[in-house]
């Protein structure tokens, strides 16, 4: 076995150690060194690598824990020297131990063990299968000899054309594509066509001073590029480790997509669970509520504590429908496609103001909804938006009748709408926690009453709007929200 490419974490004079053993036992064994878990976090470049090994003292649990993934997808095996046996460190089919001596008889070990890891490995996961495109007939010797002989781990195919390669990609499943920049029928920008397509992961090798060319390369969607020497085929000896990290690279990307699926997945369960239960909550909770009511009514002469102890469950009831209700109409939110049209967005704070009729009556508010602009959105929720601002505008009055202003302006490639009142402010530490799902500046024993959602609903509405939303306030300053959305073109 050669060329293999090793990183190895563990002292001096271990490193020494098992390095002799390594250039003994296989040729070309490329090896990597790092003195500490600290210093190969810091410079650790594991892609190329084909094995790890490393002390059980320089590696802890929490860094393992890190790596773990890593090392599971790319299949680099991870083999932990220990001093001692013991209970197994990490469970895990890519991480081996093996116990030191005090005679340093394991170094013996080491090869054969090696050898049948990285064996064991080559079954399970098969061959790595590469394409070569290239139609010089030198450079095809320098492929044969330096790169296909040595690399017995993949199994390798040439082609001499653009022709060739379509055919053979439909063909056979290739992990990798390595196409020359020159060919009779076409260029690399037509391999690069071909590999997109198939979804093989390309390299590309160029003669030297084309650099520039190599960047149009990387940017049409080369995974990486070889300078050819074409005199002695050194080029070669570099393609092993660009070969590694393209292929763990890929391997990591389709890893990454698979995650990005499944948080989708769970978010969607998760959105619909909240759904369903706030939804099924709902009656239920209206009935109680109205039975309690009529316990109330029918109970009017029950001694005094038991009046105050209705009054309570009223009222901790009131919230409870108040907290489904926000939960329903977050969730709502979730399910409903965004179907943007042009709203009137003085209307839509005109019929915010409508639904808050009685609030505004009680405390006689005093509300200016200036003349606005139209913009692309969801109508129902820029109503909502407004009236939770607006609400709690009236809500947190202080002792001032309330005094508000809705009213918009542009700013730079946005469209600002602004909620104004005159209440009590929020003191600046507060300012990002506000917008947090439950989180409220007062418990429910104060006389303002509410669940902590408003804001979090205005700021769900925002996002799925593409705008952000902030506020600027201070302790009895009264308050501004502020919702911008981009302009479309
Ligand atoms: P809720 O009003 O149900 O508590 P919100 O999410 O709407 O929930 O608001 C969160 C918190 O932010 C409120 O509890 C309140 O302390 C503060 N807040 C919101 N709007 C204002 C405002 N206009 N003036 C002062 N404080 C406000």
Excluded at 5 to 26: C, H, P, S, Y
Excluded at 33 to 43: A, G, I, L, R, W
Excluded at 239 to 259: D, M, R, T
Aim: glycine share 6%; proline share 2%.
């Amino acid at each position: 076995m050669n060329n293999l490419r090793f990183t190895i974490v563990a002292d001096k004079e271990e490193q020494m150690r098992i390095g002799n053993e390594l250039n003994e036992a296989f040729q070309q064994a490329h090896i990597t060194n790092y003195d500490s878990q600290e210093d190969f976090e810091k410079s650790v470049k594991l892609y190329n690598c084909d094995f790890l090994i490393a002390r059980e003292t320089l590696v802890n649990k929490a860094f393992y824990t890190q790596l773990s993934p890593f090392l599971e997808i790319t299949k680099i095996p991870l083999l932990v020297i220990r001093d001692a046996a013991g209970t197994q460190l990490f469970k895990n089919q890519v991480v081996r131990e093996l116990i030191k001596d005090a005679g340093n008889n394991y170094l013996k070990q080491l090869p054969p063990l090696i050898t049948q890891i990285v064996n064991e490995q080559l079954a399970v996961t098969g061959q790595s299968k590469i394409l070569f495109l290239e139609d010089e007939e030198i450079d095809i010797k320098f492929i044969r000899r330096k790169f296909i002989k040595l690399n017995p781990q993949y199994e390798c195919d040439v082609v001499s054309s653009i022709a060739e390669l379509r055919k053979q990609v439909g063909e056979k499943k290739y992990d990798l594509i390595v196409s020359d920049f020159n060919l009779p029928d076409g260029t690399a920008f037509d391999s690069i066509a071909i590999a997109a397509e198939a979804d093989i992961p390309i390299v590309i090798a160029t003669g030297q001073g084309s650099e520039k060319t190599a960047v149009e390369l990387m940017k049409s969607g080369a995974a990486d590029y070889l300078i050819k020497d074409k005199n002695m085929g050194e080029h070669m000896l570099v393609l092993p480790s660009i070969v590694k990290s393209v292929l763990n690279y890929k391997k990591l990307e389709a890893y990454n997509s698979g995650l990005l699926d499944m948080l989708r997945i769970k978010n969607q369960d998760l959105e619909r669970f909240a759904y369903i239960i706030a939804h099924d909550l709902r009656s239920p909770i209206a009935s109680a509520v109205l039975l309690i009511d009529t316990l109330q009514m029918l109970g009017s002469n029950l001694e005094p504590d038991m009046q105050d102890i209705m009054a309570s469950i009223k009222d901790v009831s009131h919230n409870i429908t108040n907290t489904i209700e926000g939960i329903f109409q977050y969730t709502v939110l979730d399910s409903q496609a965004d179907a943007f049209v042009k709203v009137d967005m003085t209307r839509a704070a005109e019929d915010a103001l409508k639904n808050l009729e009685t609030k505004v009556n009680e405390c006689g508010a005093i509300v200016k909804i200036e003349a606005m602009p139209q913009i692309e959105a969801n109508y129902v929720q820029m109503v909502q938006l407004f009236q939770n601002l607006m609400g709690n505008g009236i809500k947190y009055r202080g002792d001032k009748i309330p005094e508000l202003t809705v009213r918009s302006f542009t700013q730079g490639n946005e469209q600002v709408f602004a909620v104004s009142d005159n209440g009590i402010g929020i003191a600046k530490e507060n300012h990002k926690k506000i917008f947090e799902i439950f989180s409220r500046l007062h418990n429910s024993a104060s006389k303002y009453e509410g669940v902590g959602m408003g804001l979090t609903i205005v700021k769900r509405i925002m996002e799925r709007h593409n705008g952000r939303i902030w506020v600027e306030s201070d302790l009895g300053m009264g308050t501004t929200f502020l919702v911008a959305f981009k302009a479309v073109a």
